[in-house]
């Protein structure tokens, strides 16, 4: 079963990029990239741009209005993801678990399953 796992954190909670910290950091997500790789799990994954870069689109009085910054307010922002293929909710948990975001602390990773438009038609 496919799983996107969305990445969130809240801004400066782990260590700078290129700062004190930041090649150990990378580091763990080479290897858990490497690893979810070699498993077979991994499908793809991006890191993002912050909110401050984001363009949020709503329809208001019939037209699509932009917005600049994220859709919503809150302390934690979305700052990557990744689509994994695991065998079940219980296998997808374990692999998300070891990701640098959450086992050092910095952030949390919400766990979604796929849905399958295949499967609907």
């Given at each position: ?23 150990d ?58 689509l ?38």
């Amino acid at each position: 079963m496919k799983y996107t796992y969305i990445l969130a954190s809240e801004p400066n909670s782990g260590p700078e990029m290129g700062g004190e910290g930041w090649e150990d950091y990378a580091a763990a997500y080479v290897k858990w990239n490497e690893d979810a790789a070699k498993a077979g799990i991994l499908s793809a994954g991006e890191p993002v741009h912050p909110p401050s870069t984001a363009t949020t689109l709503r329809r208001a009085g019939g037209e699509i209005k932009l917005h600049d910054g994220p859709f919503a307010e809150t302390k934690e922002c979305i700052i990557g993801w990744y689509l994994v293929e695991c065998k079940d909710l219980e296998d997808a948990i374990e692999w998300a678990s070891k990701i640098p975001l959450v086992e050092r602390g910095f952030g949390a990773i919400e766990v979604r399953p796929v849905i399958d438009m295949k499967e609907l038609a």
